[in-house]
């Protein structure tokens, strides 16, 4: 570049100061995390739904095909409408406990904003995608008995009442991040937030019509695995994106990720396999859930030695967790939403505070010591599972009150497909 090519571009900066902020800009972390937010949204469409609809019986696919598509649609009106706003914006005396109104609808937005050396368009997208899977999560809680309606009244008062505080707590600089409490990529954001909801949703809403006794399998495995598979894909984008650079740390993030999935799916398998005689697909498939669940909290701060320890963990837990609650306690969290991503994100969530240590392989606890980010991380987990109980419950109760939550016994006989939707999945079905 030549002394008079600088100079014009000197000039320019001084007379429009926005190209001296895009000149800011960090193109290879762009490209990272446009990446990331399609994958992220690739685990929901069509990852979450295709996982999620070949677990229920065939009567039902579609529905939750439906309300995985409605609430992706739904929450990314919600997120320009001011959701995102409360959580990254600057709350002034509130913003410990909720952020601002200045970027409800992005009414300053330009294509030369940046959040850190990234558009703010960018930023704005990959956290919705994580807005998104989160109450789509909680599907899994009342599948195969909610109505429409009900679910989509519950995410978005859900969105708003009970992620919205949670999210701005931890990653928009309210109390719980002064407080110091690490969750890389939504371990207590996401899957303790939705697990516990969806444990609530189960409970309120009751069994399903036979369950326990009648037996409910899932009515296309191929449809399962190929959803798991998409999930586990789309995991590197929300686990490596979270990293919000393209560089070591995203590596790392992504190499503990797949490790911990792995160790999830070997070990759940095992014990599936000790315990009833044979290995099933989807015992490995909900085994790589778990893992990919548990690691989620920790993966920005944990080595791989820390990544096997807690994927093994989160198969072994998981899977007595799902046992113990279908069978012993027989609640029916049909897709096993808080055994899975509830326990996992828990157990995850505080080994994070193990693992992120130094002398165990992690990346550092920066003056705290390993029981004092324990407990810092215990408290998190513990705030995050009350303020989703009572608000779900709370929110779940009004909208009873006001349509009802569940569907007659005789159209949830019939099947959610034909009564809420007058489709089917196969023609063959009736």
Wanted: hydrophobic letters at 55%.
């Amino acid at each position: 570049m030549n002394s008079t090519t600088k100079n014009l571009m000197l000039v320019a900066m001084l007379a429009l100061p926005e190209l001296a902020l895009a000149d800011q800009l960090n193109q290879a972390n762009t490209a990272w995390i446009l990446t990331s937010t399609a994958l992220v949204l690739f685990m929901t469409l069509p990852g979450l739904s295709l996982f999620y609809g070949g677990l229920v019986r065939g009567k039902n696919v579609l529905s939750v095909l439906m309300q995985c598509f409605a609430i992706t649609c739904l929450v990314s009106l919600l997120w320009l409408a001011g959701v995102y706003s409360f959580i990254f914006a600057d709350g002034g005396e509130w913003q410990k406990f909720i952020g601002g109104s200045a970027k409800v609808f992005m009414p300053d937005l330009r294509t030369e904003s940046l959040s850190g050396d990234i558009p703010e368009t960018v930023f704005f997208m990959f956290q919705m995608t994580f807005a998104i899977i989160t109450p789509a999560l909680i599907v899994g809680g009342f599948a195969e008995r909610m109505k429409f309606s009900a679910m989509l009244w519950f995410s978005a008062l859900w969105l708003v009442v009970v992620y919205m505080p949670v999210c701005h707590w931890i990653w928009g600089g309210g109390w719980l991040a002064d407080l110091g409490v690490k969750d890389f990529a939504g371990g207590i954001v996401i899957h303790v937030n939705a697990g516990v909801a969806a444990l609530v949703s189960a409970l309120l809403l009751g069994n399903r019509k036979g369950f326990p006794t009648t037996p409910m399998p899932p009515h296309n495995m191929t449809m399962v695995v190929t959803g798991a598979g998409m999930l586990w894909v789309g995991w590197f984008g929300f686990n490596g994106g979270s990293a919000l650079t393209a560089d070591g740390s995203a590596g790392m993030a992504i190499l503990v990720t797949h490790v911990a999935a792995a160790a999830g799916s070997l070990t759940w398998m095992t014990m599936e396999w000790m315990r009833f005689g044979k290995p099933s697909v989807l015992g490995i498939v909900t085994g790589m859930v778990a893992g990919l669940g548990t690691i989620t909290p920790a993966s920005g701060f944990v080595g791989p030695a820390g990544a096997i320890f807690i994927g093994i963990t989160a198969g072994a837990v998981c899977f007595s967790a799902t046992q113990y609650f279908k069978r012993v306690l027989k609640i029916d969290d049909s897709l096993d939403v808080f055994p899975v991503h509830g326990v996992g994100g828990i157990i995850g969530s505080v080994l994070t505070g193990v693992f992120a240590a130094e002398s165990l392989g992690g990346l550092g606890l920066h003056g705290v010591s390993i029981a004092d980010q324990v407990s810092i991380q215990a408290l998190g987990v513990l705030v995050t599972a009350l303020w989703s109980a009572v608000f779900s419950f709370v929110i779940l109760k009004l909208i009873d009150s006001l349509i009802g939550l569940r569907v007659d016994a005789d159209e949830e006989l019939q099947g959610l497909d034909i009564v809420l939707h007058e489709e089917t999945g196969y023609h063959n079905l009736y």
